[in-house]
């Protein structure tokens, strides 16, 4: 069963920069769709952007459109969520996903990391 684990959250100031990583276990990483999730105190889980299985493909949600970048290097199966402009409220836990090949929903989740943006 794929794990995953991200790390690089932390407390930071609007207007600082994160890099949030996500590293996948299981030989097979490169054909699973991946994506990002957040939620805030009190809110319910948002999508945040995801990527298709080879990088070719992005989907962002509208309020970090310009801001947030996602990437995923399939050799260290890994993907990555650079976020710049951080603002307070970006303020949640964020989470990673993957969606298995044919799966319809994405079905593997990691257990967050906290990102806080100070004002």
């Known amino acids: 069963q794929v794990q995953l684990v991200e790390s690089g959250g932390g407390l930071v100031r609007a207007g600082d920069s994160l890099r949030l990583s996500c590293a996948v276990s299981?030989?097979?990483?490169?054909?699973?769709?991946m994506g990002w999730f957040r939620q805030a105190p009190g809110k319910e889980r948002e999508f945040v952007v995801g990527m298709s299985e080879i990088g070719i493909r992005t989907n962002y949600l509208d309020s970090v459109k310009g801001r947030f970048t996602i990437s995923r290097d399939n050799a260290k199966n890994t993907v990555y969520l650079q976020m710049n402009s951080l603002k307070p409220e970006d303020t949640a836990v964020y989470y990673c996903?993957?969606?298995?090949?044919?799966?319809?929903?994405?079905?593997?989740w990691g257990r967050g990391t906290q990102v806080t943006v100070s004002s």
């Open positions: 996903a993957a969606r298995g090949s044919g799966r319809s929903d994405f079905d593997a």
């Open positions: 299981g030989p097979t990483f490169s054909t699973y769709l």
